[in-house]
């Protein structure tokens, strides 16, 4: 399992942050949304698919964080997940031999 964010309904509180124990969850850039508050992202590639932040982002805040299969994950975003510690995190499908 990996966590993914809704970020259309993230508030960007922030909550789920501290809970993580990868540290695998930082705010999207604001250029990205040019928005005070801007959602939170997180590096898929280093989530260990515990659900802690979707718990905690389900009972304090706006239930924005899904915990998908890796292999939906994959498909859906036609991405594989790597190692890798930057972006993209993984290697898009279209480029895999």
Known sequence: MVAVVDEDNCTGC???VPFCPVDCIEPVPVSKYN??????????????GCQ???????????????MVAIEEFENKYKIKLTDERTPPYGIPITNIA
């Open 35 to 48: 928005t005070p508050i801007p959602p939170v992202q997180i590096r898929f590639n280093e989530c260990i």
């Open 14 to 16: 922030q909550a789920c």
């Open 52 to 66: 802690i932040c979707s718990r905690v982002c389900n009972k304090l805040t706006w239930d924005a964080i899904d």
